[in-house]
């Protein structure tokens, strides 16, 4: 079974940046395309961006164009997200899900655990 697992959360000040990780496991990214998701509290979890196997994104959110980017590191099984900019209203738990196929077709079938951003003074 595919695992993903983030990294790199935690606090970040206003206007500061922070690059999250999802390594993965058991499939590689040759084959899948890999997406970036966030729930705030109180809210529903929304896509952010996702990469496909041919390295194109795919956006989700407006209010993150500009700030955030979506790369990978096939030889790491590594995709990043890089966040730059950060507002407070960015505050939530992040989360990596794989993709059904090589493309950024908005359906996913395994998630990781998450990852916390708070971005406060």
């Known amino acids: 079974q595919a695992q993903l697992v983030e990294s790199g959360g935690g606090l970040v000040q206003p206007g500061g940046s922070l690059r999250l990780s999802c390594v993965v496991s058991?499939?590689?990214?040759?084959?899948?395309?890999v997406g970036w998701f966030r729930q705030a509290p109180g809210e529903e979890r929304g896509g952010l961006l996702c990469?496909?196997?041919?390295?194109?994104?795919?956006s989700y959110a407006d209010d993150v164009k500009g700030r955030f980017t979506i790369s990978r590191d096939k030889a790491r099984n590594t995709v990043y997200l890089q966040m730059n900019s950060l507002k407070s209203e960015d505050t939530a738990v992040y989360y990596c899900?794989?993709?059904?196929?090589?493309?950024?077709?908005?359906?996913?079938?395994?998630w990781g655990q998450g990852t916390q951003v708070t971005v406060s003074s």
């Open positions: 990469i496909s196997t041919r390295d194109v994104s795919t």
């Open positions: 899900a794989r993709g059904r196929t090589l493309t950024c077709d908005n359906q996913w079938h395994y």
């Open positions: 058991k499939f590689t990214l040759d084959y899948y395309a």
